[in-house]
């Protein structure tokens, strides 16, 4: 394998990495068909109370939680108007 192919390789590889981050980094929030506006967030199951408090002070109110028996373990979704 040549150096050329070597960068592209990588910079294939940074790109990916950079594009699926972003996503767990910051999550954006989706808007709905209703009048709601809807953030999904993944948490451990014992940092569960932090992101409820934290997410309730910016006014989102919880919507659903949904357990998965795959690390890492919770996403709570929140809604607002």
């Given amino acids: ?4 192919s070597r960068i592209c390789l990588l910079v294939t590889a940074v790109s990916l990495i ?10 954006q929030p989706v808007v709905g068909a209703g009048h709601y506006e809807y953030l999904a967030v993944t948490t451990t ?3 569960i109370q932090t992101e409820l408090d934290r997410h309730v002070a910016e006014r ?3 919507a ?3 357990y998965s028996e795959q690390p890492p373990g919770v996403t709570l ?3 607002k108007y």
């Fill in 1 to 4: 394998m040549n150096r050329f």
């Fill in 18 to 27: 950079v594009i699926a981050l972003r996503s767990i980094v910051k999550p």
């Fill in 45 to 47: 199951t014992l940092a």
């Fill in 60 to 62: 989102w109110e919880p």
């Fill in 64 to 66: 659903a939680p949904l």
């Fill in 77 to 79: 979704s929140f809604r």
